[in-house]
């Protein structure tokens, strides 16, 4: 069974949802090794608690330098020998260190459909440019800030009544159906990255 990587800043619901998805038997031939959080409270690592799996808190205070940061994540990750690491509202941008440390490994969800919106806030931009649909993006993490190859999309309407909260729910629907697509795909292997696009094999 491949092993995941988990880490997350916050809430944890995409996490949440993985997991529940393993555990019913929908996503097979991965578990969830640990969940790493740079925040210290984050409530995702009380929902990995509860399930009894494992936590890892690396807080970027901790160490003098972003460097040290991302070595001490990186150790971790390596000590574990874990195949996948899935960034689910890990809201610190990693650096070349790391990324290179876990080639066409990482996997990373945004609430846009790329590349529209990268960033921060992104259900607020597509509100604000007024565009009709929005959703979300689950794609392979490259040195280009939500640029790396797409492995799943889902389209998502924008309402006339919508605000952030209510589109950001929506969306948010759609990334925990995306995301477990995407890493059945990943974990089964039968795909290729040619150039930007990922094909299925
Ligand atoms: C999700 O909407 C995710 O797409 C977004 O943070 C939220 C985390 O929610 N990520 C980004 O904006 C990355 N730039 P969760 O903690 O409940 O999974």
């Known amino acids: 069974s491949k092993k995941l990587a988990v880490m997350l800043s916050g809430r944890g619901s995409n996490f949440v949802a993985i997991a529940e998805t393993i555990a019913s038997g929908a996503l097979q031939g991965c578990h969830i090794d640990v969940v790493l959080s740079d925040k210290p ?5 009380e929902e990995a608690r509860r399930r009894g799996i494992d936590t890892m808190v690396c807080a970027r205070r901790q160490y003098a330098s972003k460097q040290e940061w991302e070595q001490a994540m990186i150790d971790g990750l390596q000590a574990r020998n874990v195949d996948f690491i899935i ?5 610190r941008i990693l650096g070349e260190g790391f990324i290179n440390a876990f080639p066409r490994r990482i996997l990373n969800i945004h609430p846009s459909l790329l590349p529209s919106f990268i960033g921060l806030d992104a259900q607020q ?3 604000d440019y007024g565009v009709r649909y929005s959703g979300c993006t689950v794609h392979f993490v490259t040195n280009d800030l939500d640029a ?3 492995i799943v999309q889902k389209v998502v309407p924008v309402l006339p009544a919508d605000d952030a909260a209510a589109l950001s729910r929506r969306i948010l629907e759609q990334e925990h159906v995306a995301y477990s697509e995407a890493i ?14 990922v094909l299925l094999k």
């Open 41 to 45: 409270d984050a409530p995702g690592l």
């Open 125 to 127: 931009q597509a509100l």
């Open 87 to 91: 960034l689910a509202g890990f809201m």
């Open 148 to 150: 790396g190859p797409i």
């Open 184 to 197: 059945a795909l990943v974990v089964a292997g039968k795909y290729e990255i040619q150039g930007r696009r």
